[in-house]
């Protein structure tokens, strides 16, 4: 037997909370703290999110990893996303840590996705260290937070060390933070973010490892690299790799492929750089191998042991992506062909385990599952820019037979709104098959809990937001399956069809606004069968958008003049997802998005 010994020069370290607690923030000031950035280096904000869509939407999609120096130790740190829908990189990401930091806003304090995270991250082993972050908010409410948790920790099934964590308090946009509650009554103050790495070497446990042992490496997330081609983020489990070393990945079926490392990458700060060789108990990201797959565990030759499989949630919901048949097809995009989008889906897949991929019996229509709306419209965003065009379907929930019953996946909802609005959100999500689970005033806010099947929140967002005037949170995360809840409410105004194709004219938009709200401005082409509003009333209205005024010499310019257009309503990709029906579809171009009839012509429709 190989001696297991603690690595002491260590600390692997995952950090885990709702969206938009401060994850990234914080990464972002603990880097600052260990002298990460050059003195003159100029950094963006929030410098772990890379994405462009990451940036613009101010949330994580992927896991990101980087590691820090402090105190003679390295603390590699991986950053995971706090949506329910990227459920699955949490899920592989905290198989590399020891530790979580859990992080929780001062006034929200416990949401859905916290629940999530940690039951995940006690489902690991790992040993919690609170971050009450933002307690620079006026109306925050740290300690009972740190009650909150605690229950929660209860209930989840924590063990006497995990229910045994360290609390600091901390403003991680401010960048300082303190092992006391409020230290200016204290007669303390907040410097910097020293306490939470002094809490890390502390309490989070080195990696017990064994280095002398033959390798194991299991490959947790996939990337590419124009340069080296193929990426391979992961842990050494156990032994030594090196640059240069023979190799073999061992397949889910038990078979075993032969590679060479070609190259050996580790972090310092948020830079990747070049290593000779990586230790047991090390994140790093290996070049080399063409064909691996998320879970397939990396040993040497002759000595195959295959590490445990990634588990990962099943996906919820499922959407239909089709090559574009529009009359304005390839007007805009590079990639249109079916087997152009197949391939890009097929590279989706490889990096993305909880996106699931199947062909249908036709050759242009694939079948695309994930976790959640904002999954699936995060693909569409970044396949859209990526050049590709093609239609997309009205998304359908996924039904599981659980002990012969039919069940249907169910969220938890927790919506954080002002007082007057509570009314109508009530009433919409009770419409929706919703049943709520609690109702707490927070001053002049409420915050309520709901459990609402995942099909009854197909576009609801946007007329929440209406419900609340914009004041509104609402989070969700899918909690499981229940029996299937009955047929639900169909979508109470109807489509505004374009009955002509041509140019939208100011003449025939002001005459159809009175009745409807639309969706394209004068002076945009369209074609017969393309939706271009929203009814104020059930049913279909057909309209010929492209009229044009019939001018002769009695008519007087002054009458002209006074058509005022309002401003359209630009659809983004989730809303069009939750509006569409059955009968229609998303049409995604790198420049346009439109939503359309399946069947264009208006009389074969009625047929």
Avoid at 65 to 89: C, K, M, N, W
Avoid at 354 to 370: A, H, P
Avoid at 398 to 409: A, N, R, S, T, Y
Avoid at 498 to 523: C, H, M, N, W
Wanted: a negative charge.
């Amino acid at each position: 037997m190989s001696p297991i010994a603690a690595r002491k020069d260590l600390r692997n370290v995952a950090i885990i909370a709702h969206v938009d607690h401060g994850k990234t923030t914080l990464v972002d000031g603990l880097l600052r703290t260990c002298g990460a950035f050059r003195a003159n280096e100029n950094v963006a904000e929030r410098v772990m999110d890379s994405g462009d869509l990451e940036r613009e939407r101010g949330i994580t999609i992927q896991s990101k990893s980087t590691s820090i120096e402090y105190q003679g130790v390295r603390i590699q740190l991986v950053d995971t996303p706090g949506h329910a829908d990227f459920g699955g990189e949490v899920e592989r990401v905290l198989g590399m840590a020891d530790a979580a930091l859990l992080l929780c806003d001062a006034y929200e304090g416990v949401m859905p996705q916290t629940r999530f995270v940690l039951r995940k991250a006690l489902s690991h082993g790992l040993r919690p260290i609170l971050v009450v972050n933002k307690i620079d908010r006026p109306e925050e409410r740290a300690e009972e937070v740190v009650n909150e948790v605690f229950d929660l920790l209860v209930e989840l099934g924590a063990n006497d060390t995990q229910l045994e964590f360290p609390v600091i308090y901390a403003s991680a946009k401010q960048g300082v933070a303190s092992l006391v509650y409020h230290p200016e009554r204290k007669g303390g103050e907040m410097k910097d973010l020293t306490p939470v790495l002094d809490t890390i070497l502390a309490h989070a446990p080195p990696p017990m490892v064994d280095e002398a042992g033959s390798l194991q490496f299991q490959a947790v997330t996939l990337g590419y690299d124009s340069f080296v081609g193929r990426l391979v983020i992961g842990r050494v489990m156990r032994g030594r790799m090196q640059r240069g070393m023979a190799a073999i990945r061992v397949r889910e079926d038990g078979g075993t492929d032969a590679f060479r490392i070609t190259k050996l990458f580790g972090t310092r700060g948020i830079h990747r750089v070049e290593i000779e060789e990586a230790r047991a108990g090390d994140i790093v990201i290996v070049a080399g191998v063409e064909t691996i797959d998320v879970g397939d565990t990396v040993c040497e030759p002759g000595k195959a042991e295959a590490l445990p499989r990634i588990a990962i949630d099943p996906p919820t919901i499922r959407i239909h992506l089709s090559v574009n048949n529009s009359p304005f097809a390839g007007r805009d995009g590079k990639f249109v062909t079916s087997r152009q989008i197949g391939d890009r889906l097929d590279r989706e897949v490889m990096s993305n385990v909880s996106i699931k991929i199947e062909r249908t019996e036709r050759q242009d229509v694939f079948s695309v599952s994930g976790r959640g709306e904002l999954q699936l419209a995060i693909l569409i965003e970044t396949m859209r820019r990526e050049g590709y065009e093609f239609a997309v379907s009205r998304p359908e929930i996924i039904v599981q037979l659980v002990d012969g019953k039919q069940c249907e996946p169910i969220e938890e909802v927790v919506a954080d709104i002002p007082e007057n609005a509570a009314g109508s959100v009530m009433e919409k999500l009770a419409q929706r098959k919703g049943r709520m689970t609690s109702m707490e005033h927070h001053g002049a806010r409420v915050h309520l809990r709901f459990m609402v099947p995942s099909r009854g929140l197909f576009g609801y967002r946007s007329e929440f937001l209406t419900d609340t005037r914009g004041e509104g949170l609402l989070y969700r995360s899918v909690e499981g399956f229940e029996p299937y809840a009955g047929d639900l409410p169909g979508r109470s105004v109807g489509p505004v069809v374009a009955t002509d194709p041509g140019r939208t004219t100011p003449y025939s938009i002001f005459k159809i606004q009175e009745r409807a709200t639309l969706f394209v401005p004068p002076g945009v082409d369209v074609y017969e069968g393309q939706i271009v509003g929203e009814n104020r009333r059930p049913g279909e209205l057909n309209v010929n958008i492209v009229r044009a005024k019939k001018l002769d010499n009695m008519r007087t310019t002054s009458k002209d003049e006074n058509v005022i257009i309002t401003p359209h309503r630009k659809v983004t990709i989730e809303e069009a997802l939750g509006w569409i029906e059955d009968d229609e579809l998303l049409e995604v171009t790198p420049v346009e998005l439109r939503l359309r009839k399946k069947v264009l012509n208006q009389s074969y429709r009625k047929r």
